[in-house]
């Protein structure tokens, strides 16, 4: 990629005076997200399972000049869910925006040879507990009678399963149909809910796909751009859904995926 400068199109003001709320946000694709957001205006609270992971993201993104604040969240856990949502109410006043990031992958295989303690981790994390976090937020964006804007973070594999991945890109795949179903709920108040499905992103959760020259190999045979992705180019298709210039999109998902086959 060279030298590429993802960020050159940021617009500082584009989310002013919006709040944000990001799962998993202190790696990766999460973090990614919650630092363009906060670069576009946005007051940003991010979270993940670690104390200490919580903390070094905020203090990056506050070096940075961000305004952000952080929680520990188990995004499993009723009690970590609330206190996150607690937080932004109490920091920020409020929430417009929610991403919900949050994904586990604790096996890998054929969909049918998945065990079913590893079946029910992968549904709980990557489709309930999404289905939980927006039910959680939506009073609370209800409350701010602006509208507000719900994001699911799926994958590619959720049209074009991956062979190791079956159980995950089923989860994956659950994502679309959630997010038809709210966003048609929610259009008659102007919460928009849309989806992001990435192809394989150079990020640690994706590193499996990236190691190995011969996984690297078969895995760039499959995108025609012939690169990974950088966690910031999925935090721009976020930033678009999230404002205003993606004010009469709902119920989609965006495919970014390098030219990788998803769907006709």
């Known amino acids: 990629m060279g030298s590429r400068n993802l960020c050159s199109n940021v617009n500082p003001s584009r989310l002013q005076g919006k709040v944000a709320v990001v799962t998993a946000s202190t790696d990766g694709i999460g973090f990614a997200i919650a630092e363009r957001l906060g670069r576009e205006g946005a007051k940003v609270v991010v979270s993940s399972r670690k104390e200490q992971n919580v903390k070094k993201a905020v203090d ?10 952080g929680v520990k969240c188990h995004v499993a856990n009723a009690a970590d869910r609330k206190a996150l949502f607690e937080t932004a109410v109490k920091q920020y006043g ?52 602006s509208g507000g804007s719900i994001v699911f973070v799926s994958s590619i594999a959720g049209f074009q399963p991956f062979s190791l991945l079956g159980a995950y890109s089923v989860s994956k795949t ?46 760039l045979e499959k995108i025609p751009m012939n690169r990974f ?19 009469y999109i709902t119920g989609e998902t965006i495919v970014a995926s390098g030219g990788m086959s998803s769907r006709l």
């Open 60 to 69: 990056q993104l506050k070096s940075a000049g961000l305004d952000v604040t």
């Open 229 to 247: 992705a950088e966690p910031k180019e999925i935090a721009g298709v976020c930033a678009f859904l999230v404002s205003e210039d993606a004010s």
């Open 174 to 219: 659950a994502l679309f149909g959630l997010t038809k179903a709210a966003s048609q709920d929610l259009a008659p108040e102007n919460i928009r809910v849309n989806c992001i499905a990435p192809g394989i992103v150079r990020t640690k959760f994706a590193a499996a796909l990236q190691d190995s020259e011969t996984a690297r190999a078969t895995a």
């Open 94 to 145: 409020g929430i417009d925006i929610l991403v919900s990031n949050a994904a586990v992958n604790p096996e890998v295989g054929a969909v049918l040879d998945a065990s079913e303690e590893a079946w029910d981790k992968i549904f709980d994390v990557n489709v309930k507990c999404s289905f939980l976090l927006a039910k959680e937020a939506l009073p609370l964006i209800r409350q701010r009678k």
